[in-house]
């Protein structure tokens, strides 16, 4: 889960208990999530200095950034990563959201989504969402009933032929 903060993040494996138990329960949002980490962090670390704050807030937050790609797809973790993106531009965020939690959006929100994505992070980071709006924008003009993820296994499989 947070392989990448070992060196970083004192007793990991006692943080990683605790996000676990925190991800168990449906009503925790990834902002207390987020204020976990940074508690530990604070815990384990001098937080004298701004500066030593600031690396502790930054530290958290690439970590929730880390728990978001190996978030479960599931409607409570699709609640959680869209309320945090209302608060935070977080790439790893908007991308699951567009890449594998489609199921849960309508094609206005993915479009939306991937819109308002692509300006934050550019066209280069988010160039592999083109085909995923393409197919949207095809099934709004088309105003056609079928589901996006229907839509998207479809150009999957066209792309595995080619």
Sequence with gaps: MLELFKG??????????????KIDSPQNTLEDIKD?????IAEHKVLDKKDAYDKAETMAFNAI???IDDLEVSATNYKRIKE???????YNAF???IVDFQMFLTKR???HLI??????????KTN?????????????????VEKFTDAYQRYKSNQKKI
């Design 95 to 97: 991308n699951r959201l």
């Design 115 to 124: 819109d308002h994505g692509t300006i934050i992070f550019g066209a280069d």
């Design 128 to 144: 592999h969402w083109k085909p995923i709006k393409e197919i949207v924008l095809t099934l709004l003009k088309q105003d056609k």
């Design 109 to 111: 929100e993915l479009m």
């Design 8 to 21: 970083e993040i004192p007793e990991i494996d006692k943080l990683t208990v605790l996000i676990q138990k």
């Design 84 to 90: 945090y993106i209302s608060s935070y531009h977080s």
């Design 65 to 67: 950034n880390n728990l």
């Design 36 to 40: 976990v980490i940074y508690d530990h």
